[in-house]
C-alpha cells in the first residue's frame, strides 16, 4: 500500500522519531510503512491518519485499484 507519510511528515517539520514517539512504535516501522514494506495495522493506520488531521484516504492508498484487477481476470 502507498502513502504520503514522508510529505506530511516533512511539511510539518517532523522527524521519523518523533512520528514514531507519538505513535508508540519504532522508528524502524515509520521507515518500512513509508517504504511501502510494511502496511499497518488498521488501528495504526487510524491513528497514523489522525495525527496528521487526515482521514485514511488521505493518508494510504493501494498500488492498484480492484476494478482493474476484475477487467483483468
Not at 35 to 45: E, I, Q, T, V, Y
Amino acid at each position: 500500500m502507498k502513502n504520503d507519510i514522508v510529505e506530511l511528515r516533512r511539511e510539518r517539520g517532523w522527524s521519523q522519531q518523533l512520528l514514531a514517539d507519538k505513535l508508540g512504535v519504532s522508528r524502524q516501522t515509520i521507515i518500512s510503512i513509508e517504504k511501502g514494506r510494511f502496511d499497518p495495522s488498521l488501528p495504526l493506520a487510524f491513528d497514523i491518519a489522525c495525527v496528521f488531521g487526515k482521514t485514511i484516504e488521505a493518508v494510504f492508498f493501494p498500488d492498484r485499484c480492484l476494478s482493474t484487477f476484475h477487467e483483468s481476470v
